[in-house]
């Protein structure tokens, strides 16, 4: 019965190298129960061609096997040469011809090992009754006998080598040589067939147990990722209950307040302190909607998802809401559209909304109170184009944070997260000073959803 020969172990330890290069998938997966130790996978079946690197010729014939044939024929041609003896074929220019034709099959012995064992088997059987020469059969069967073990063939190997050789002591017997005679003839040669059998039967079992334990250490790789995997994840949900314990709560907080406020503010009171509480009430109220809807996101809740969708869908056309809601804090906004607008892709539309919104709070933290804010969208064939300019004075750090884009956090997140967001649509994004002291902030994204990374030199006048 044949047993299997697993792929080439250094095969497996080149496909376990190539796979840890590969980046960890930031995405949990739930690890899996480790499986017990007879549940490893065992050995699968594969062909002896497996074991072959590279291909010289269809019948996956190497440089090494002419050498190796070379050598074979060498040593039949000798014995050929001495094999005389009772009853031999006369020593002619066809014995030599039979003695190398018979080993032309080791060519094979690659692809069909065996095949050639067999053919070899039955050429020496008709050598021995057309043209017979008193030759040992180990010469020519020893190769095959070997490839044959080392394809899993072991029961082939040990029977067919064991029929001839048993077969052909039993003849001699029988022409009366002496015993101690006949057992000094055949002791090499058998020697030479066990040698052949041990030899591919312990490097099959090597092969085997390089193929092993290359599957066992990708298992275990995977465990690592899977455990990275989980690490990461409750990190998230970590994060995500400190968010909540701290600016969700707040933001709760100020909505309740306000709401407070203005039921108790009596109507003759001053109009424009209702507008501003109404305008904090409603954007902490946006606020604390979007947060949530983070949270959710970042918790994996499933019921969070319909929130999820609706922050990750805020875009160009919440831009009258965020300017009345900017104009209500004291800073007016004055918004102008060059071009023909059209439908943006959904990621190029938040991240458009969000470098808006980010821009318009700068003017209100940095700016002095009632400095007017311009807000400019060019829209172009190719691109969408965000201008936003005020006639304050420049944000605190902002120079530091645009000439160093990976500069620490003491000198802000804002104009750093803006970059972001332009550069992971493909985008482009630039914010300084310009010529006449205001400070600008432009941002040019693609019509069309991108990842090329590419922005402006940082720091630019505009």
């Not at 979007?290 to 970042?298: N, Y």
């Not at 869908?313 to 004055?334: C, I, N």
Request: glycine share 8%.
């Amino acid at each position: 019965m044949r047993r299997h020969t697993p792929a080439s172990g250094l095969r497996h330890l080149q496909d376990f190298l190539r796979l840890n290069r590969a980046p960890i998938n930031a995405t949990f997966h739930p690890t899996p129960a480790a499986p017990p130790d007879d549940a490893f996978p065992r050995p699968a079946v594969a062909a002896y061609r497996d074991d072959v690197d590279r291909k010289a010729w269809p019948l996956d014939i190497r440089k090494g096997d002419l050498i190796l044939v070379a050598i074979v024929i060498a040593v039949i041609e000798l014995n050929v040469a001495v094999g005389g003896g009772s009853g031999a074929a006369p020593l002619d220019a066809w014995s030599y011809t039979i003695g190398a034709v018979i080993a032309l099959p080791l060519l094979a012995r690659r692809r069909w090992p065996l095949a050639v064992l067999l053919i070899t088997f039955g050429e020496m059987i008709v050598f021995y009754l057309v043209h017979r020469r008193n030759i040992s059969p180990a010469p020519l069967m020893a190769v095959p006998t070997y490839d044959a073990a080392l394809a899993g063939y072991l029961a082939w190997a040990i029977a067919i080598p064991m029929v001839i050789m048993v077969a052909g002591l039993f003849a001699v017997s029988l022409s009366g040589v002496a015993l101690v005679d006949v057992l000094a003839d055949f002791l090499p040669s058998f020697a030479i067939f066990i040698l052949a059998v041990a030899l591919g039967e312990v490097v099959r079992g090597r092969r085997a147990l390089a193929a092993e334990t290359a599957r066992r250490l990708a298992l275990a790789d995977e465990e690592r990722r899977s455990e990275a995997a989980r690490l990461l994840a409750e990190e998230r949900l970590r994060i995500a209950r400190e968010l909540h314990d701290t600016v969700a709560h707040s933001m709760a907080t100020i909505t309740v307040q306000a709401g407070s406020a203005l039921h108790v503010l009596s109507a003759e009171q001053d109009d424009r302190l209702r507008e501003a509480l109404l305008a904090i009430r409603q954007t902490s109220k946006s606020a604390l909607g979007e947060m949530r809807a983070v949270l959710g996101q970042l918790r994996g809740d499933d019921s969070a998802d319909g929130g999820s969708s609706a922050a990750a869908e805020l875009g160009l056309d919440r831009l009258p809401e965020l300017s009345a809601a900017v104009t209500a804090a004291g800073s007016p906004v004055h918004v102008s559209v060059e071009g023909e607008p059209g439908p943006l892709p959904s990621a190029v539309d938040h991240a458009a909304y969000r470098i808006l919104q980010e821009s318009l709070t700068n003017v209100l933290r940095h700016a002095e109170s009632g400095t007017p804010a311009d807000v400019c969208l060019r829209y172009t064939p190719d691109s969408v184009e965000i201008t936003v300019s005020n006639d304050g004075h420049a944000p605190a750090g902002a120079t530091q944070a645009i000439s160093s884009p990976g500069a620490g956090t003491s000198a802000g997140n804002g104009l750093r997260g803006m970059r972001e967001r332009a550069t992971a649509t493909g985008g482009q994004f630039e914010a300084g000073p310009s010529a006449d002291g205001s400070f600008v902030v432009t941002a040019k994204l693609p019509r069309r959803a991108g990842t090329a990374p590419g922005s402006l030199r940082a720091g630019t006048p505009a």
